[in-house]
């Protein structure tokens, strides 16, 4: 299990902490792997989700840290979604 992986996972716990995100969310990150958002907070997993978020590790590391909106990391073409776009706009907010 990667080092940046488990950070990741307890940025994004702190993040949407006390947040309303209500739908379940995969950030699937270029050759390190995937971490799962849900109700139950964020986890180092693969499975199935309503929506994924394909990035690089960069990209995602610059939506981590708030250096990159993702919908505009999307606009550009630096974040793909595969599923529901609603819940990808949710998890977008309760990230912001």
Do not use: C, H, W
């Amino acid at each position: 299990m990667s080092d940046s992986l488990e950070k990741a996972a307890a940025v994004l716990n702190e993040k949407l902490s006390g947040g309303d995100f209500d739908a379940s969310a995969k950030f699937a990150i270029a050759d390190l792997g995937a971490i799962v958002v849900d109700a139950s907070g964020a986890r180092i997993s693969d499975e199935e989700t309503d929506v994924t978020l394909n990035a690089d590790a960069d990209t995602f590391e610059q939506i981590l840290n708030g250096d990159l909106d993702p919908t505009s990391a999307f606009m550009a073409g630096k974040l793909s979604i595969d599923g529901d776009m609603g819940a990808a706009m949710k998890l977008a907010s309760a990230l912001a």
